[in-house]
Nanobody, 126 residues
Framework: QVQLVESGGGLVQPGGSLRLSCAASGNIFSINAMGWYRQAPGKPRELVASITSGGSINYADSVKGRFTISRDNAKNTVYLQMNSLKPEDTAVYYC????????????????????WGQGTQVTVSS
């Protein structure tokens, strides 16, 4: 019911910048939080940054001061501005959103959802 469309990944040199975007669509009643996770080969998926609809933000220690998460609630879109990229930032980045769908009629009650994007590769290399 909820689809996440990501864009902005690519290959950049160390010290470069990328801006990731993720737009959610579907029968969305509300989004409680959106965030970015990443997974490097052989490593577990980890939270990079998250933001709630109210604006509360969390960052992984490894990206604080370099990455900035923001959102456009009207567009159900979250962004991740990545500056001063390092080779260790290389990973597949996944967008995630959770919230509620439905509620458009009495026989379509609200339901919780949690959706993942398809992932976008970010490679930092000289």
């Amino acid at each position: 019911q909820v689809q996440l469309v990501e864009s902005g990944g690519g290959l950049v040199q160390p010290g470069g910048s990328l801006r990731l975007s993720c737009a959610a669509s579907g029968n969305i009643f509300s989004i409680n939080a959106m965030g970015w996770y990443r997974q490097a080969p052989g490593k577990p998926r980890e939270l990079v940054a998250s933001i709630t609809s109210g604006g509360s933000i969390n960052y992984a220690d490894s990206v604080k001061g370099r990455f900035t998460i923001s959102r456009d609630n009207a567009k159900n879109t979250v962004y991740l501005q990545m500056n001063s990229l390092k080779p260790e930032d290389t990973a597949v980045y996944y967008c995630h959103a959770d919230g509620e769908v439905g509620g458009s009629s009495w026989n379509d009650p609200l339901e919780l959802f949690g959706s993942w994007g398809q992932g976008t590769q970010v490679t930092v290399s000289s």
